[in-house]
Each structure stands twice: as structure tokens, then as C-alpha cells.
């Protein structure tokens, strides 16, 4: 069960379908524009009524814009997500009824353990970035440099508390419903906290290593890939490719952005200044492109296009970055909310960035110094193939297979 954009469903499709080659019988439980994905992997699909897409294109989502910093965006999406959680109930109950164990994302994680409570099924926590409150860095959602340990720690239990408030309003129905007692957010994240409910996080430990200051049930079991089959590359941009040297690719993913044209136009300019072609995913900004060095692109398995870059520009989402790192091509972020800031200084630390260019920042001139530094200078090359080739050697599927042959019917690990 997860919820939000492409980039928080399609590494549960390459999940999915390890399980179900380890024999199990799994379904995907998003909303209906990500069917495709779930057909893909050979998985089963249940729908959720939200689109995504059409809230972040309403008046609502277009709010989000006028708040720059991390703390009030999502100070704004926790209003907007509460309103939505209860437009969901329904059928992530539905769901639950035909399954014999339910595997949550962080996205819906308060309101599946209680749904899993209600029917006395097991559960697992699948987290995609490290949410756990640790005082080793600060939460990555709040996009924030570090507070310091303590301040760290504090910061990070004040937003899984403020995600349980997502929630708010939808659980107390879902328990009464199921015949559970009234429970407040506050109490219920305690309880999974004391139960050692077990969340595995699909991150590679070479990219974040586990937090020593975790509790035990929280573990890094490695990177979930999207199924991406035996997809090719579309024949115009095979040939595009072919036709010079290795181009960058530039794709702001599910990011809204609040000015389309000028952000494509000062994308081109940079490289051009760089002297680099450009591959440009129109993604859910809507980047656009013009003349014989630029090819503008619609979705494409990250996996088949990126080996073949130079670089790779894109907003930093956990999944992005992720298969960046798998290619083992430099990057340069442009991170623009939540925990884009924080992968995008991963980047940078692991040696595989020069820096990373805000989108705020972002101009012909910031972007074009950077990508002449990723592309010019071996060391990000170096470090990245270095980095991509441990990465692709790990199995983050295997953790998770482990732990559903451990789960029993109280919804913990034996």
C-alpha cells in the first residue's frame, strides 16, 4: 500500500515482483493512474480514487508554490494529504479484507497499522527515505541543515508526529469501524515505537548508512528498482543518442514547477553553455525543448536511458537519485521541497556532484558551471562508476522476502 507520485509506486513494482517469483500472491494498492505499472510487474492492482497528478495541477496544489521553504510546503501538503486520507479509507480497507499480510509504505503507514490492528493481520513498514528520528541528521522531509543531535532527534519526532496528524481524521472512523478502541495519533505512533514494529527502508546503506541511534526493527535492506522488464529505448531517441557524444539528461520528475517555460529556457542555455545536447524529460513541469541538440521526451525506464548519459540533472527524489547512483553517471540536483535537499547533499558528499543547484537558484549560469564541473572533471565519473557498480551488486528484494516468511498473525517478526 502506497500513496504519491510515480516516485513513491514504482519501486514497490520491482518489490511486487520479487515476492511474487518467491511465490507469493501481491498487490499493488495505489491509485489508478499507476495501473500500468502494477500490469508491468505481473502483479495484481487495487485502485485508489485520488489522482495525484490532478490535485498538484488544482488550485489546491498550485498553493504549494508560494510557500519556498521546506517547513511550510509541507506544512501545506499535511492540510492537503488530511483532507484526501479520508477519501481512501475505503479502499485501503477493502483491500486489506482480501490479504493475509499488509506491507505499507511511509506514505500510509498510520493508517494501515490500524487497519491491519482491526483485522488482526500481520504488517511491515517499507519506507523509502529514513524517517526514524535519529540525532544523526535532521528529518529529510523538512529539507533543513542539521539542528545539532538533540535538535536533530526533536525535529524528527515532531514530523512523524505531524504525518500521524495526516491521518487524524480518517483512523478514528477506521478503528471504530473495526472495533478497535479510540486511540490518539500521539499514542498510536508510541505503540509501534514500543511494539518494534519492523520498517525496512529501501535506500542502499552505501547512500545512507543505518543510524546508530535507531531502535531495533528499523533496517536499511537496500535499493527497490522499478520493473522496468525489457523496455527499450524509443527509436528517435536511440538515434539521438547515436548521433554525438553522450548528451545529460535533464527531468524534474513529478515536480510541479510554477514557471515551465523560462526554467526550459534557461535549462537549454546551460547547455548549451556547457556545450553539452540534452535529453529533456517533460515530466509533470512540463519542460520543453527546441533545435537538432535538444530532444524532448516523454516517461522512459531510468534504467535503459540513463548508462548511456553524460550526467544526469534531475530534482533529487528518492527514486531518481537512486537510479542515477545505479548507472553510475555523475549528477548535479536541482532539489526543489521536502527530501530532495537531503539526497541532493548525499549526492554531493558521496563525490558523485560537484553541488547542487536549487531550483530557486537556478539559472543559465549556475547550472551550465556545474554541469561543466560533473562532465569535465574524471573524479565524478570515477566515483560514480565506482559507486554504481556496488550498488548494482547489492539485493534489497532479499530483506524483505526474510521478513514476510518471518511475519505471524500479531503483525510482528517472529
Do not use: C
Request: charge should be positive.
Amino acid at each position: 500500500m502506497t500513496v504519491g507520485s510515480r516516485g513513491d509506486v514504482a519501486p514497490f513494482t520491482g518489490l511486487g515482483h520479487g515476492l511474487a517469483r518467491a511465490g507469493h500472491e501481491v498487490t499493488l494498492v495505489t491509485h489508478s493512474r499507476f495501473e500500468t505499472l502494477a500490469a508491468r510487474a505481473g502483479i495484481g492492482f487495487h485502485a485508489l480514487p485520488v489522482d495525484p497528478r490532478a490535485e498538484l495541477e488544482s488550485s489546491r496544489g498550485r498553493a504549494l508554490h508560494r510557500s519556498t521553504t521546506g517547513a511550510g510546503k509541507l506544512v501545506r501538503v499535511v492540510a492537503m494529504a488530511r483532507a484526501l486520507a479520508g477519501e481512501m479509507a475505503d479502499d485501503l480497507v477493502a483491500a486489506a479484507r482480501v490479504s493475509d499480510a499488509l506491507l505499507l509504505s511511509g506514505s500510509v503507514a498510520p493508517l494501515g497499522h490500524a487497519i491491519a490492528e482491526g483485522l488482526a493481520l500481520p504488517s511491515l513498514g517499507l519506507n523509502l527515505q529514513p524517517l526514524g528520528a535519529t540525532r544523526e541528521f535532521p528529518p529529510p522531509m523538512l529539507g533543513i541543515g542539521s539542528w545539532g543531535a538533540l535538535g536533530n532527534r526533536v525535529a524528527g519526532v515532531g514530523l512523524n508526529l505531524a504525518v500521524e496528524q495526516v491521518f487524524a481524521s480518517a483512523v478514528p472512523a477506521v478503528r471504530a469501524r473495526l472495533g478497535l478502541p479510540p486511540k490518539g495519533t500521539a499514542a498510536a505512533l508510541r505503540a509501534r515505537e514500543r511494539q518494534g514494529w519492523p520498517v525496512l527502508h529501501g535506500f542502499s546503506p552505501r547512500v545512507v548508512a543505518r543510524p546508530r541511534d535507531w531502535r531495533s526493527g528499523l533496517d536499511v535492506a537496500g535499493y527497490w528498482w522499478p520493473y522496468d522488464g525489457d523496455d527499450r529505448l524509443p527509436d528517435d531517441l536511440r538515434e539521438f543518442i547515436d548521433a554525438g557524444p553522450p548528451p545529460v539528461f535533464v527531468g524534474l520528475g513529478s515536480a510541479t514547477v510554477p514557471d515551465p517555460t523560462w526554467i526550459s529556457s534557461e535549462i537549454v542555455r546551460a547547455l548549451r553553455r556547457a556545450g553539452l545536447r540534452g535529453v529533456i524529460q517533460r515530466g509533470w513541469a512540463g519542460l520543453t525543448t527546441t533545435g537538432d541538440d535538444m530532444l524532448t521526451i516523454g516517461e522512459v525506464p531510468h534504467s535503459a536511458l540513463f548508462p548511456h548519459m553524460a550526467a544526469v540533472v534531475h530534482h533529487a527524489g528518492a527514486g531518481t537519485t537512486a537510479a542515477g547512483l545505479r548507472a553510475g553517471v555523475p549528477a548535479v540536483p536541482v532539489p526543489i521541497q521536502f527530501d530532495e535537499g537531503f539526497w541532493a547533499d548525499r549526492l554531493v558528499a558521496l563525490g558523485v556532484a560537484p553541488s547542487a543547484v536549487p531550483l530557486r537558484r537556478l539559472t543559465a549560469n549556475t547550472l551550465g558551471a556545474a554541469l561543466a564541473r560533473a562532465t569535465r572533471d574524471p573524479m565524478y565519473g570515477e566515483r560514480a562508476r565506482e559507486l554504481g557498480a556496488r550498488i548494482r551488486d547489492e539485493d534489497g528484494v532479499g530483506p524483505v522476502v526474510a521478513a514476510v516468511a518471518r511475519m505471524d498473525g500479531r503483525g510482528r517478526e517472529r
